[in-house]
């Protein structure tokens, strides 16, 4: 049971960039999966999940309307789109999943339940 997370990169305030989760081991379409994001110097938090079963999204204060969760089960991947990047969205993002169950909970951005990892990608938004 594997994510892998890429698409990171140097972007420019206002520009796009789109990551990627590609899921190996097991089923998108049967857990729901969230993306994290570590700041330097700041602790992990959350930044948006979707529920497999329902495709419902939840997203962070910071960035709603900016940020768009979405899955595509056939490619088995979670995206994260990024629009409308801020210095302050540089960070290290990652995804995860409880491997649990097919729904975000309401406590969705904590840590701690989340078992499965990717690796994490850097994403730097400068001019």
């Known amino acids: 049971v594997q994510l892998q997370a890429s698409g990171g990169g140097l972007v420019r305030p206002g520009g796009s960039l789109r990551l990627s989760c590609a899921a190996s081991?097991?089923?998108?379409?049967?857990?729901?999966v969230a993306w994290f994001r570590q700041a330097p110097g700041k602790e992990r938090e959350g930044v948006a999940c979707?529920?497999?079963?329902?495709?419902?999204?939840y997203y962070a204060d910071a960035v709603k309307g900016r940020f768009t969760i979405s899955a595509d089960k056939a490619e088995n991947t979670v995206y994260l789109q990024v629009n409308s990047p801020k210095p302050e969205d540089t960070a290290v993002y990652y995804c995860?999943?409880?491997?649990?169950?097919?729904?975000?909970?309401?406590?969705?951005?904590?840590?701690?339940?989340?078992?499965?990892w990717g690796q994490g990608t850097l994403v730097t938004v400068s001019s």
């Open positions: 081991g097991f089923n998108l379409d049967r857990y729901a």
């Open positions: 979707i529920s497999a079963r329902d495709g419902r999204t």
């Open positions: 995860a999943t409880e491997h649990y169950t097919p729904y975000c909970s309401s406590s969705w951005y904590i840590l701690l339940p989340y078992q499965v």
